[in-house]
């Protein structure tokens, strides 16, 4: 999305048609499958919070992706609906391991604030680079991830994006000028950087 300004919210921004259901469903449980073997295996150290935390931010960021694919904006509710699960987990955190939740809640608010505010300059600096969508889910993946979890989220996202950017201006799909959704490779790029990490 290269827009910056809000725009109002139509139900016919999420419509899909029943094949894009399907591949929706399926991607959706395949992707949740791996996460949660990985975090059964490989990343059992982890807290079950943490794990929820990085299980609801994939689930959060794929219903926008989906819709930024097709219409190039992240609706705002889909970003508040992220948020507020975000402050119910911190929450839980704060009921079951009270013991972690100040330096997991710190890191939360440094890495969304360090990343919404570097993204938000870049889109001052470079005009029309990047919509207010994209700026708030990489903030909202900093709160989620912490900063060094949303770094290596948002490097990967970006190289996720190059690599397609590149795949479809050689392939003749989209021209140099053309608009390409981010929010896809922001999905694309989160899920290899829990993989390979699990922040």
């Known amino acids: 999305m290269k827009n910056g300004t809000i725009k109002k919210f139509n139900k016919s921004d999420i419509a899909i048609d029943s094949k894009s259901k ?14 949660v073997a990985l975090f059964n295996t490989i990343y059992v150290s ?4 943490h794990q929820l935390k ?9 219903p926008m992706a989906a819709v930024d694919y097709k219409k ?10 992220s948020l507020v699960l975000c402050m119910v987990l ?4 704060l009921v079951f391991s009270p013991s972690t939740v100040l330096d997991s809640l710190k890191d939360g608010v440094i890495g969304a604030t360090v990343i919404g505010l570097f993204f938000l300059l870049i889109s001052l600096v470079f005009k029309n680079s990047m919509g207010m969508g994209d700026i708030k889910l990489f903030a909202l993946m900093g709160l989620y991830q912490g900063l060094w979890g949303a770094f290596n989220s948002v490097f ?14 050689i392939s003749k799909k989209k021209k140099r000028k053309d608009s390409i959704s981010f929010g896809p490779s922001i999905l694309l790029g989160t899920i290899i950087a829990i993989g390979l990490s699990g922040i």
Do not use: R
């Open 90 to 93: 911190y929450i839980a955190e």
């Open 54 to 62: 990085l299980l609801v931010l994939i689930d959060s960021i794929l």
């Open 22 to 35: 399907v591949i929706y469903i399926v991607f959706a449980v395949l992707k949740s499958i791996c996460i």
């Open 156 to 169: 990967f996202s970006l190289l996720v994006s190059f690599f397609l950017a590149l795949g479809l201006l």
């Open 46 to 49: 982890h807290s079950i919070i």
């Open 72 to 81: 190039h904006k992240i609706p705002n509710p889909f970003l508040i609906v």
